[in-house]
T-cell receptor, first 112, second 113 residues
Framework: KQEVTQIPAALSVPEGENLVLNCSFTDSAIYNLQWFRQDPGKGLTSLLLIQSSQREQTSGRLNASLDKSSGRSTLYIAASQPGDSATYLCAVSPNTGNQFYFGTGTSLTVIP | EAGVTQFPSHSVIEKGQTVTLRCDPISGHDNLYWYRRVMGKEIKFLLHFVKESKQDESGMPNNRFLAERTGGTYSTLKVQPAELEDSGVYFC???????????FGPGTRLLVL
């Protein structure tokens, strides 16, 4: 059974700092991996989706990398802003089905 | 383009009652998913529809949960009778392609007293 772990559970950084969020998964037989953002009381917003054949994806100040063989992904946020404060969730989709296995998330606070 | 919508946003019911949650996917998305997050735990998959057919319902916790997607448009998730442990946030998502990006709704917050 796939298990997804996100470390750290919470992170607080000053504005402008670059930061890295980590995601690890136990079964490397994945089809893709997606990073989401969740604001308090809101739904999930898709940030980046990486197919298993890809190494990384970039969108603006966000860069997500994938090392399937080692079961790891990182989300890099450059020049953090207070508006980046949210919970970031990592989810992997297995080869055998089209569902997502989610991590418990990293709660990010960017201090002005 | 309208996103995934869910109704109601919140529901408070007593143990033993019935609740029906509704999800309207993005127009044209054949794939619809239900997920649930209980307090302090990760979001967990419940089931996946392709049009009106259940593609995968391996995550449904028990037979008190019934999901339908008549006509392949909106979907409902009924919990009958509700138990305390059913409390949580129920998310719906949709995607155009089976392996594509999933777009999530805002969730329905269910509290069973």
């Amino acid at each position: 059974k796939q298990e997804v772990t996100q470390i750290p559970a919470a992170l607080s950084v000053p504005e402008g700092e670059n930061l890295v969020l980590n995601c690890s998964f136990t079964d490397s037989a994945i089809y893709n991996l997606q990073w989401f953002r969740q604001d308090p009381g809101k739904g999930l917003t898709s940030l980046l989706l990486i197919q298993s054949s890809q190494r990384e994806q970039t969108s603006g100040r966000l860069n997500a990398s994938l090392d399937k063989s080692s079961g790891r992904s990182t989300l890099y946020i450059a020049a953090s802003q207070p508006g980046d404060s949210a919970t970031y969730l990592c989810a992997v989709s297995p080869n055998t089905g089209n569902q997502f296995y989610f991590g418990t998330g990293t709660s990010l606070t960017v201090i002005p | 383009e309208a996103g995934v919508t869910q109704f109601p946003s919140h529901s408070v019911i007593e143990k033993g009652q019935t609740v029906t949650l509704r999800c309207d996917p993005i127009s044209g998305h054949d794939n619809l998913y239900w997920y649930r997050r209980v307090m302090g735990k990760e979001i967990k998959f419940l089931l996946h529809f392709v049009k009106e057919s259940k593609q995968d319902e391996s995550g449904m916790p028990n037979n008190r949960f019934l999901a339908e997607r008549t006509g392949g448009t909106y979907s409902t998730l009924k919990v009958q009778p509700a138990e305390l442990e059913d409390s949580g946030v129920y998310f719906c998502a949709s995607s155009q392609a089976v392996w594509g990006t999933q777009y999530f709704g805002p969730g329905t917050r269910l509290l069973v007293l």
